[in-house]
């Protein structure tokens, strides 16, 4: 894959969907800005390459223009001296500079496209970079308040859990005295007018039944 294509590949990322598969957002979302900052570096250099190579193409398509204007000069001179011979040899130089002129002129072209496109990418792939950092804090941050909420979440129902249960047994501890209590309560309340009657019919029944075997013992007797 070449540079401008993996610049490519990076600048249509989608953050989104790449933090959604992968099982460790935080490093994954770093691991992406590190290989940003490489080929961020990695396009710099290609610039900088670039440009230094147009600049040498049209370098050296100047002087084949000054060689071919000076060759071109000279067959003039050897005309103006009546030796045709000369001057046809002169006039040769001057066109196979020319020709030259005219391939570093080609190259220089294409060498300067090819640095306009780096530049390009270069700065799309700067602008990528800073929105990728800040969006990269943000999901983050996201990620991290997640698992802080996810934490407290779980703490709250075990808490909860705990508590239900501690209520649990404080309402089954309340039902058990209650009971105690009602119980107590009906041992220790005052004796009312029922029971009263109660207890002097008992005591009449035990009366009656003594009398009936103190008769019975005096009968056998």
């Given at each position: 894959m070449s540079l401008l294509d993996r610049v490519g590949t990076l600048l249509r990322a989608n953050l989104n969907d790449l933090v959604e598969k992968a099982e460790d957002p935080e490093r994954m979302l770093k691991?992406?800005?590190l290989d940003m900052e490489n080929q961020l570096l990695q396009v710099k250099t290609q610039v900088a390459i670039a440009i230094a190579d147009q600049h040498l193409l049209e370098k050296k398509r100047a002087e084949h223009e000054k060689e071919a204007a000076d060759w071109r000069r000279k067959a003039e001179l050897a005309v103006t001296k009546n030796q045709d011979d000369l001057a046809r040899a002169a006039l040769e130089r001057s066109l196979s500079h020319g020709q030259l002129v005219e391939g570093f002129t080609a190259q220089a072209e294409d060498q300067k496209h090819e640095?306009?496109?780096?530049r390009q990418a270069l700065r799309k792939l700067e602008q990528?970079?800073?929105?990728?950092?800040?969006?990269?804090?943000?999901?983050?941050?996201?990620?991290?308040?997640?698992?802080?909420?996810g934490r407290a979440t779980k703490a709250r129902q075990v808490v909860g859990n705990g508590q239900e249960h501690t209520f649990g047994r404080m309402k089954s501890k309340v039902h058990v005295r209650a009971a105690?209590?009602?119980?107590?309560?009906?041992?220790?309340s005052?004796?009312?007018l029922e029971d009263k009657f109660k207890a002097l019919e008992s005591?009449?029944?035990v009366?009656?039944?003594?009398?009936?075997?103190?008769?019975?013992?005096?009968?056998?007797?």
């Open positions: 691991q992406i800005v640095a306009d496109n780096l990528k970079l800073s929105e990728t950092r800040a969006h990269c804090e943000m999901l983050v941050a996201e990620h991290r308040r997640a698992k802080v909420v105690e209590n009602a119980a107590a309560s009906e041992i220790l005052p004796e009312t005591e009449d029944k009366e009656m039944l003594l009398n009936e075997i103190k008769s019975k013992v005096a009968a056998n007797g």
